[in-house]
């Protein structure tokens, strides 16, 4: 009976807790892209871009690059 006592006591105090946490959650605040982040980006679509070409460009059959 002591046990269960103190069981229900442990998990009364883990809820507590776990509703503390979740009502001390700070905002999430967006920040924008810096410069480099979106020449990186720019650069991988690029990549992207010429990567397909030059499949298509190996498959003279197809010419849609989709």
């Known amino acids: ?5 103190q069981l229900e006591s442990l998990v009364q105090s883990i809820k507590s807790k776990v509703r503390k946490l979740k009502k001390s959650k700070k905002p999430y ?5 810096s ?11 690029a990549r992207k871009l010429i990567d397909k070409t030059l499949q ?6 197809k010419t ?3």
Not at 35 to 45: P, Q
């Open 1 to 5: 009976m002591a046990m269960a006592i």
């Open 29 to 33: 605040v967006k920040m924008d892209k």
């Open 35 to 45: 410069s480099s982040v979106r020449v990186e980006i720019r650069s991988k679509k």
């Open 56 to 61: 298509a460009a190996d498959k003279p059959g």
């Open 64 to 66: 849609s690059l989709t």
